[in-house]
C-alpha cells in the first residue's frame, strides 16, 4: 500500500529560504571534504593507469617500485578476494560485484584508457606517483571500439570476456550488446500506417561529464582488528559502505564510513573507485591510513561519464495534431562494462505524452570507454533530445504551435507511460500552460546585431525520481533546541529542506534545529543522495519522526498534567488539555520526571516517489560567421510539488539547466582514433562558465505530489534534460537548418550552413 | 620527485596577516604549502592545473591559482585565503551575501569564488553584471549556473 495525503497549504515553515545550517562552515573554509581528511601517520596512494583503451594484460612487474625508498605497500588484482556474479544495489544502478572489482581495478583486460592496473602506497604523494611509474606492464594492444556503431558491427571484437548478452530473453554469446529489451503496446506499424504524417529519424550524442569540481577521494584505515575506516567524497556513505563490503568480502559491520561534505557528485559519485583500493594498500601497510585523490585527467578519463549513443525516434501524427504512434530504437553506450542508463532513458523517453501505441527497444551497448555512471536523470536528456526534435519537426510541418500541440497530447494523471506504469497526479499541463502564459513566450525574440541571427525552442521533458530508504532522529533537547540526525549527504543545503519538515510538524523554528550527517554506525542506513529523492524521502523520514516526538510528547505532558494521552491537543507548537497549554520548547526543560529525554527515529522506504517535468524556453543568438552560440535568454518552468525551500528549490533548476546547455552546445569526449580521450582537461573539455550564461528564469508550479504529506516532489534532474532540444531547436530557428548530433558546436553550425 | 629530492627551501611569508616561517619542498605548489603544511583546507583542490579556480588565492592582493605557483615563490610576499576573510565582527559581506542568495549548493568553488570575487570588489567598487561575469570566468562552478553567485555578488556591493 502506498500512503496518500490530502495537502495542507497554510505553511509556517516550508516556503521559506532561511540560511542553511552548514552555510558559515561552506563560505570560511571550515567544512571538510574528503581531500581535507587528515590522521596521524598518515601516507599516500597512487595508481598505475591504463596507457590503451582496449589491451589484453600480458605481465605485471612491479619490483622497481616494491624496492623504491618510502614504499610501503604495492596492489594488484590480484590482491581482491575471490567474487562471484552477485549484483548489489549501488544506490542510482546496481553493482556486479565480480564486474566491479574488475573495474575499480583491471584484471586480465583493459577496458579503456585511463583503466586502473596497479596501486602504489607511499610516505608522500609525490612518492606514491614516482612509484607507481615505476610498475612495468605489457599488453597486447586491442583495436578501440568507441562507438555503439562499432560496437554492434559484425565480427566486432568482444570488449568482456564471457560476456553473454540478454537479447529480448535469448542468450547471445560473443556480442557487445549486454542487454536488448522492449516495452510495446498496440501495434505500431498499422498505427504508422494511418497516420497522416510520419517523421522517422536518428540523432546522436557524445559522452559529457559530470564535471563535479572536486575529484574522487579516498582515505582509509584498516585496523590490526579488520576494523575498517574510510572517508570519501560520496553521495551516500552506505552506498560506499555495501560496495566496499561486497568488493572485499568484508562484514559491513566491520566498515565505518565517516561522512565528509561532498564538492558535487550529479551521479557520478555513486560509484567506488578508490575506496577498496585505498582499503586494500591500508591493509597491506600495516594499517597505515592511506590518502588517494585522483587527479582531473583521471577524474574524466576514468569515471562517471553520461552515455553517449544513437536514438531512432519515429513518430505518426494525424493532422488533428493527435500522436497516434511513437517507436524509438535507444542505443546508449554503457562503456568498459555492462549497465548504461537505457532502462531509465525507456522509461522517459515517452513520458511526457499520451501515446495509444508504442514500442521502445534499450540497447545496452559496451564501447572502450570509461564505464558509464549515473549522471542527473541518467538518460533522459538523451531521449528528450531525441522525442523533442522530432516533435518540433512536426509541428514546423503541420503548423501546429508548439505548446498547444504538447497539451493536446500530454500525459496525466492516468496516462500509461512507455514501460506500462500508470500516472497518479502530475503537472505536465500545469507546466504547458505556465510557459504558454510566460513573458517570455510572449516577448519576441528581439533583433540580433548585425552578423548574427535569434533562434528561440521549447521543449519538454520528464523524471520519475527516486524514493528508497532513509533514516532521520530527532533528540529534543533541554533547552528546546532540536539536534537532528539524517544519512543524506548535503549536496546542495538538504540538511535544511529536511529540517524544515520537522520544523513545520514541531511549530519549532528551523534555526533551532542543528542537522548533522553521522557516520554510518550512528545513524540507519539511508540511500545515496541521488535520483531526486532526498528532500522527499529522507523529508519524509524527518516528517514522520517529528509526529513520532509529538505523540511521545502528548504523553509527557499527560504525566505532568495527570491526564489521558489522548485528551492532549497538538497544534502550532502548543500542547493544551483541560485549559492548559505548554509551548513544546519550554516543555523540553521539564520533562524529567516524566521519563527524560524525549527522542524519535524513523525509517521509511518508499517505492514510489511521484514524478518531475519541466519545460522549458531558449532563445539564443547564433554568430553566422564563427558559428558561435549565445544564449539570450531561459526560462524554466517546472512542477516542484512544493517548493520547501524555494531559493535552494529554484538553484537545482538553474544548476540543472546549465549543465544541459553544456551538453547541447559544448561539452563533448572527443575520442581519438585509438580511443583516447583528447581533451581531458577542463580548459579543452569547456564547460560553461559564468560568461557564457545569462540568468536563468524559473518559474516554478506547485502541483502537490500526493505521496507526501507537504506535496513535496524530487526537483534536481529534470532541469538538465529540456535544453539539449531547447537549444538545438533555438539554433534551427536561427539558421534554418536542423541539428541531430550533439553537442551542437560552432564547426557544426558553420558545416550546416555551408550545405 | 621522491624523498630524496633536493633541499628544502626556507620561506617566510604572511598568511592571513599571520607571518610563518617555513620548510617548503621546491616542487611543492602554494596549493599543497597552505592545506599539507600549515593546515589550511579551505581552499580547494580541483584540476591541479589552473583552469577550475578552485585554489584561488590573493598574494599582494592579485589573485592567482595557488595550484600553479609554488610554496617557495610567496616567500616576503602577503598571502590572503578563505580562513582570512572573515574578521572577528563577522562575515565579510561577501559570504554573507552568498549565504543569504543561496550562492553555493556543494560548497566547493565557494572558496575560490569568495576570494576571487573579493579581488575584484578590492579594486572596482561597482562592476557590472558583465564585469562580475568576465571577471570570475576563471572559477567554474557545476551546481548553480552561476545565477546566484553573480547576484551575490552584486549584493555584496550594495
Not at chain 1, 567524497?233 to 561534505?261: C, D, M, W
Not at chain 1, 485549559?579 to 527515529?601: C, M, R, V
Not at chain 1, 513535496?712 to 534534460?721: D, L, N, S, T
Not at chain 2, 579551505?42 to 583552469?51: F, Q, Y
Request: proline share 5%; net charge negative; charged share 20%.
Amino acid at each position: 500500500m502506498v500512503a496518500t495525503y490530502d495537502t495542507k497549504t497554510d505553511y509556517k515553515v516550508i516556503g521559506n529560504s532561511p540560511i542553511r545550517h552548514d552555510g558559515v562552515d561552506k563560505v570560511t573554509g571550515r567544512a571538510i571534504y574528503g581531500g581535507d581528511v587528515k590522521a596521524p601517520g598518515l601516507i599516500w596512494g597512487d595508481v598505475l593507469r591504463s596507457p590503451h583503451a582496449h589491451a589484453r594484460i600480458k605481465s605485471i612487474d612491479t619490483s622497481a617500485a616494491e624496492a623504491m625508498d618510502g614504499v610501503f605497500a604495492v596492489l594488484t588484482h590480484g590482491d581482491f578476494p575471490q567474487t562471484d556474479d552477485k549484483t548489489i544495489d549501488a544506490g542510482e544502478g546496481t553493482v556486479n560485484l565480480r564486474r566491479g572489482q574488475s573495474n575499480v581495478m583491471a584484471d586480465k583486460k583493459v577496458h579503456y584508457k585511463g583503466h586502473v592496473v596497479a596501486a602504489v602506497a607511499a610516505v608522500d604523494r609525490n612518492t606514491a606517483q614516482v612509484a607507481a611509474q615505476a610498475i612495468k606492464v605489457e599488453y597486447e594492444v586491442l583495436p578501440a571500439i568507441s562507438d555503439v556503431d562499432a560496437a554492434m558491427a559484425e565480427g566486432a571484437p568482444q570488449i568482456l570476456d564471457g560476456l553473454v548478452g540478454d537479447h529480448l530473453g535469448e542468450s547471445v554469446e560473443n556480442t557487445n550488446v549486454a542487454r536488448v529489451f522492449r516495452h510495446e503496446f498496440g501495434n505500431v506499424d498499422d498505427a504508422f500506417a494511418n497516420s497522416d504524417l510520419v517523421i522517422e529519424r536518428t540523432v546522436s550524442m557524445s559522452m559529457v561529464h559530470q564535471g563535479y569540481i572536486e575529484p574522487h577521494n579516498a582515505t582509509a584505515i584498516w585496523g590490526q582488528d579488520d576494523n575498517l575506516t574510510v572517508w570519501s567524497s560520496t553521495q551516500g556513505s552506505f552506498g560506499v559502505r555495501s560496495q566496499v563490503a561486497g568488493l572485499l568480502h568484508h562484514p559491513e559491520s566491520k566498515i565505518k564510513v565517516n561522512y565528509v561534505e561532498i564538492g558535487g557528485g550529479f551521479g557520478g559519485k555513486t560509484v567506488v573507485y578508490l575506496a577498496p583500493i585505498a582499503a586494500l594498500l591500508s591493509r597491506k601497510a600495516g594499517g597505515r591510513p592511506v590518502k588517494l585523490v585522483m587527479d582531473r585527467s583521471s577524474v574524466f578519463e576514468a569515471t562517471g561519464p553520461a552515455p553517449g549513443g544513437k536514438i531512432r525516434m519515429k513518430i505518426g501524427v494525424n493532422k488533428d495534431g493527435k500522436i497516434q504512434a511513437a517507436d524509438t530504437d535507444l542505443m546508449l553506450e554503457a562503456g568498459g562494462f555492462p549497465g548504461s542508463a537505457v532502462g531509465a532513458a525507456a522509461i522517459c523517453v515517452f513520458a511526457c505524452y499520451n501515446l495509444p501505441v508504442s514500442r521502445i527497444t534499450g540497447y545496452d551497448v559496451l564501447v572502450n570507454k570509461p564505464k558509464s555512471a549515473a549522471y542527473r536523470a541518467p538518460g533522459s536528456p538523451q531521449a528528450s533530445f531525441a522525442i523533442e526534435t522530432v516533435i518540433d519537426e512536426i509541428c514546423d510541418e503541420l503548423g501546429f504551435d508548439k505548446i498547444q500541440f504538447r497539451l493536446d497530447n500530454a500525459a496525466h494523471e492516468g496516462t500509461r507511460r512507455g514501460d506500462g506504469v500508470q500516472f497518479i497526479r502530475v503537472g505536465l499541463e500545469e507546466c504547458l500552460v505556465a510557459a504558454k502564459e510566460s513573458d517570455h513566450w510572449n516577448s519576441p525574440l528581439g533583433d540580433a546585431p548585425a552578423g548574427k541571427k535569434r533562434g528561440r525552442g521549447i521543449a519538454s521533458a520528464y523524471w520519475m525520481n527516486g524514493g528508497g530508504k532513509s533514516t532521520c532522529d530527532l533528540m529534543l533537547q533541554d533547552d528546546g533546541t532540536v539536534m537532528l540526525n539524517e544519512g543524506s549527504a548535503d549536496i546542495g543545503g538538504t540538511r535544511t529542506s529536511i529540517a524544515m519538515q520537522a520544523a513545520e510538524v514541531l511549530g519549532i523554528p528551523v534555526e533551532d534545529f542543528h542537522p548533522s550527517i553521522p557516520d554510518t554506525e550512528s545513524i540507519g542506513f539511508t540511500g545515496v543522495t541521488g535520483g531526486s529523492r532526498t528532500t522527499y524521502t529522507t523529508g519524509l523520514a524527518a516528517y514522520n519522526a517529528a509526529q513520532k516526538l509529538v505523540v511521545e510528547l502528548k504523553s509527557r505532558v499527560a504525566d505532568l498534567w495527570e491526564t489521558e494521552a489522548s485528551n492532549v491537543e497538538f497544534a502550532d507548537g502548543v500542547f493544551s488539555a483541560n485549559g492548559d497549554s505548554i509551548g513544546i520548547q519550554e516543555l523540553a526543560g521539564k520533562l524529567d520526571p516524566t521519563g527524560g529525554p524525549a527522542t524519535a527515529t524513523a525509517s521509511v522506504n518508499l517505492a514510489e516517489a511521484g514524478n518531475a517535468y519541466g519545460v522549458q524556453i531558449c532563445d539564443l543568438e547564433v554568430d553566422l560567421e564563427t558559428g558561435k552560440t549565445d544564449v539570450v535568454r531561459y526560462t524554466a518552468i517546472q512542477d516542484v510539488g512544493k517548493a520547501v525551500h524555494p531559493q535552494y528549490a529554484e538553484g537545482q533548476i538553474q544548476g540543472g539547466v546549465v549543465q544541459g546547455l553544456g551538453w547541447a552546445l559544448n561539452e563533448e569526449y572527443f575520442i581519438t582514433d585509438d580511443g583516447a580521450m583528447a581533451n581531458r582537461s577542463f580548459l579543452d573539455y569547456r564547460m560553461p562558465t559564468s560568461l557564457d550564461m545569462p540568468m536563468i528564469d524559473t518559474i516554478m508550479v506547485e502541483v502537490p505530489n500526493p505521496l507526501h504529506p507537504y506535496g513535496v516532489r524530487g526537483i534536481g534532474e529534470v532541469p538538465i534534460c529540456p535544453p539539449l532540444s531547447a537549444a538545438a531547436q533555438a539554433i534551427k530557428e536561427a539558421v534554418g537548418k536542423p541539428f541531430y548530433e550533439l553537442p551542437v558546436k560552432p564547426g557544426r553550425i558553420l558545416e550546416a550552413q555551408n550545405d | 620527485m621522491t624523498t630524496n629530492s633536493p633541499s628544502k627551501v626556507h620561506v617566510t611569508t604572511t598568511i592571513n596577516g599571520q607571518q610563518h616561517e617555513l620548510l617548503v619542498p621546491p616542487y611543492m605548489s602554494l596549493l599543497d604549502t597552505l592545506r599539507e603544511l600549515i593546515g589550511l583546507t579551505g581552499t580547494k583542490e580541483g584540476c591541479l592545473d589552473g583552469n577550475c579556480g578552485a585554489c584561488t588565492v590573493s598574494v599582494d592582493g592579485r589573485i592567482v591559482d595557488s595550484c600553479l605557483v609554488l610554496g617557495a615563490e610567496v616567500n616576503g610576499k602577503n598571502v590572503n585565503t578563505v580562513e582570512g576573510m572573515a574578521t572577528p565582527e563577522g562575515l565579510h559581506p561577501l559570504q554573507q551575501a552568498f549565504l543569504e542568495e543561496a550562492a553555493l549548493q556543494c560548497g566547493i568553488c565557494t572558496p575560490g569564488f569568495l576570494v576571487a570575487a573579493k579581488g575584484l570588489l578590492d579594486n572596482e567598487p561597482s562592476p557590472s553584471e558583465g564585469r562580475i561575469r568576465h571577471w570570475l570566468a576563471g572559477n567554474l562552478c557545476r551546481c548553480t549556473g552561476y545565477d546566484k553567485i553573480v547576484r551575490a555578488v552584486q549584493k555584496a556591493i550594495d
